[in-house]
């Protein structure tokens, strides 16, 4: 499977949406260093915000609003918020 930025800006959308837990995204992460194809052109983007993805459930890393915000940058994205009532 092709991983693209898109893919793994998906990922961190997911879990930022409560759509997959911490585990589950850190083990798609693993997953996707182990058997995933890289977009070439932003391979070495891609693969450096997988990595961290990977040690996110490394409670020194954690993964925070921030470290998100972050790696989506990287990728080219840029998260914003928006409050709804409940």
Known sequence: MMITKQ?????IV???HHEV?????VDWAENAMMDGEFAERDATTISSVIARLGVAD??????????CE???GKLGFAPRVEVVSA
Do not use: K, M, N
């Not at 837990?21 to 995204?25: K, V």
């Open 7 to 11: 893919t793994v800006a998906d990922q």
């Open 14 to 16: 997911a879990y930022l």
């Open 21 to 25: 837990t911490l585990p589950q995204l």
């Open 58 to 67: 490394v409670r020194t890393f954690g993964l925070a609003w921030e470290d």
């Open 70 to 72: 972050e790696l989506l």
